[in-house]
């Protein structure tokens, strides 16, 4: 049976450190200026840490269990695709849920 | 800068954040039904989500609780997937650090991979911003989104498991993911970077505790950079 002592402390500790992970630099450098370097490096935040998160998951989904999987790399792809092309988060969503969708159904 | 100015701001970053809605109801109600099946009761579950809102390291605390895994090792592994919180937060630095120190906070508390994502393009995109702009787009664009992850948190664990988990849902993060990253391919360099750590990625898939996404983010950053410098010099 599960531990409700445990449950509170990690949950508290999540909250706890994964505040202080979004806060870590926000609060402690404040409007202090970053080195040219840094700033340059923290640019490419978004578009490195986004793919770096994603590409194993498409390669390798959880669903299979670790499994290539053609109908994800295809929805990810189109997904891709349509964001670049058009530009809306919205409609690349819905490509990419209407590939797996379709491809589930055939 | 006149409110207006932060007015509008603040419902561009609603409309942004909208789409997101699509994922973060259907995630934050599988993880009130997984807590619930794994033991937690709806208090600890919603109180998870209040505390954390961090789909991806919630997920990872619950699968190691349920595996019988020591505190620390669920701490310290939850806690590495998020650690990708302290490049948003340095990477928001520039934008919102001129901010007192209890907005700081309040953003910190807020960051979610969604509205950092759309925020940062819009900076990026509209340089002539305030501060106070800034942080109305930052705020709008998570307005939709943190109420229904808790409220849909609420929704999971009180129905449990009534509602199927086998749904081919694992597939959503992902795809919203990608339909963030294809508006921020703006030139050579995010391309660049956006490559490197995608091959970074799967290269360092093997490191234990989620560290290949620190490596590849890494990489990206660097590649990045390196392609920002050149050009610069170039120019």
Redesign the interface.
Known sequence: ??D?A??????????I???A???????L????A?PP???????????????????????????TDGETDPL?LA??AV??A????L????A??LA??AV?ILG?WL | MTPGDVKSSYWRGVRGGLPFILVIVPFSTLFGVISVDAGLSVIEALSFSVAVIAGAAQFTAIQLLRDDAPTLVVLASALAVNLRMAMYSASLTPHLGKMPLWKRAVAAYLTIDQNYAISIIEYERNKAMTTAEKFAFFLGAITPLAPLWYVFTLVGALLGTAIPTDTGLDFAMPIAFIAMIGPALNTGAHRTAALAATIGSLIFAFLPWNLGLLVAAGLGMAAGAEVERRAGARA
């Open positions: 049976m599960i409700h445990q449950i509170w402390i990690i949950i508290a500790g999540l909250g450190g994964s505040f992970l979004r806060f870590v630099f926000l609060g450098i404040g409007d202090r970053l370097a840094v700033m340059r490096h923290l640019r490419y935040t978004a578009v490195s840490v986004l793919p770096a998160l994603v590409m194993p998951l498409v390669v390798w989904p959880v669903a994800r929805a990810a997904t891709l349509i964001a670049t092309l530009r809306n988060v919205l690349a969503m990419g849920a797996l589930a």
